[in-house]
């Protein structure tokens, strides 16, 4: 199976920060990636589908990059509705989901 | 609008078994894969298996092959999902996901999800 690590685990931000979360993939994965956003409570909301594809209605502050076994998810200026934990997974074959990263203050 | 409505908290004692279901509406029900997906508490995501939906095939994690059964009832665009011998790790909120449509593969990024199911496995 493909597993995905995620990094930092945690990341302290404040408003107007730009922020990057790293996702590796165990093998390649080509740009099978998708990124998610989940609050406590709720059902994660896809952000980011072939690795770069902004969902409809997402803000454009959003983006994600790389191909292969190295992707980004970049917020441009991190915003109070953005704290949050973000998920990636692959679906290349099946899927897998990252153990997450915690965007807090 | 696309929506995906779960049933309710469920409460089991272990070996025991539980189904849900996940009912959609505003899109065509048989054109787009149906996947379960569960979060145990304070943990991340896990893919649980999908169904077809216009011929009911599945498939299904590894992990779970025996235990886990996804059907689907084109007639009410609802979706079953029957989890047996349960086991306090199968603790968990339980969520209904959409895929892509069945002309891109089952192998997918999920763009609807239901609202959550909470199954707690306890003697």
């Known amino acids: 199976d493909i597993q995905m690590t995620q990094s930092p685990s945690t990341l302290s931000a404040s408003v107007g920060d730009r922020v990057t979360i790293t996702c590796r993939a165990s093998?390649?994965?080509?740009?099978?990636l998708a990124w998610y956003q989940q609050k406590p409570g709720k059902a994660p909301k896809l952000l980011i589908y072939?690795?770069?594809t902004l969902e409809s209605g997402v803000p454009s502050r959003f983006s994600g990059s790389g191909s292969g076994t190295e992707f980004t998810l970049t917020i441009s200026s991190l915003q109070p509705d953005d704290f949050a934990t973000y998920y990636c997974?692959?679906?290349?074959?099946?899927?897998?989901f990252g153990p997450g990263t915690k965007v807090d203050i | 609008q696309v929506q995906l409505v779960q049933s309710g908290t469920e409460v089991r004692t272990p070996g025991a078994s539980v189904m849900l279901s996940c009912k959609t509406s505003?899109?065509?029900?048989?054109?787009?894969?149906m996947h379960w997906l569960r979060q145990a508490p304070g943990q991340g995501l896990e893919w649980m298996g999908l169904?077809?939906?216009?011929?009911?095939?599945?498939e299904y994690a590894q992990k779970l092959q025996g235990r886990l059964t996804v059907t689907r009832d084109t007639s009410t665009g609802t979706v079953y999902m029957d989890l047996s011998s349960l086991r306090s790790e199968d603790t968990a909120v339980y969520y209904c996901?959409?895929?892509?449509?069945?002309?891109?593969?089952?192998?997918?990024?999920?763009?609807?999800w239901g609202q959550g199911s909470l199954v707690t496995v306890s003697s």
């Open positions: 093998q390649s994965i080509s740009i099978w």
């Open positions: 996901a959409r895929g892509q449509s069945v002309e891109a593969g089952p192998n997918s990024h999920f763009d609807y």
């Open positions: 997974q692959h679906y290349s074959s099946h899927s897998t």
């Open positions: 505003g899109y065509s029900f048989i054109k787009y894969y």
């Open positions: 072939r690795a770069s």
């Open positions: 169904v077809i939906p216009n011929g009911g095939g599945t």
